[in-house]
């Protein structure tokens, strides 16, 4: 089992910043593409970051320019630095996790895991 944990959520003024944290434990193989993903009240979940293994990022268009994602390989810990917040970044962000691990003598599989999210809540 794999475990994701998200801290650093809490409220901000718009224009403020906030950071957030996802730390994996349990029985971690190899972590791969890490990312995170939001779900603002009446939304789908939508992705807003990725980072792979050796940090190649994506974001989506809303974000761009204002959040960065990075990781902490050593630690098993992926971050989300969310600057010049505004309501819209209102949500509930979720940290996901692919994992490889052997399923055979010689095969591997990629499983997937998520955390239970941290609220993120933007208001004057």
């Known amino acids: 089992q794999l475990y994701l944990v998200e801290s650093g959520g809490g409220l901000a003024q718009p224009g403020g910043s906030l950071r957030l944290s996802c730390a994996a434990s349990?029985?971690?193989?190899?972590?791969?593409?890490m990312a995170w993903y939001r779900q603002a009240p009446g939304k789908q979940r939508e992705l807003v970051a990725t980072?792979?293994?050796?940090?190649?990022?994506n974001y989506t268009d809303s974000i761009k320019g204002r959040f960065t994602i990075s990781r902490d390989n050593a630690k098993n810990t992926i971050y989300l630095e969310m600057n010049n917040l505004n309501s819209e970044d209102t949500a509930v962000y979720y940290c996901?996790?692919?994992?490889?691990?052997?399923?055979?003598?010689?095969?591997?599989?990629?499983?997937?895991?998520w955390g239970r999210g941290t609220q993120v809540t933007v208001s004057s």
């Open positions: 996901h996790a692919r994992m490889s691990a052997g399923v055979g003598f010689f095969q591997t599989q990629e499983y997937e895991y």
């Open positions: 349990g029985n971690i193989i190899s972590l791969n593409n």
């Open positions: 980072i792979s293994p050796g940090g190649r990022t």
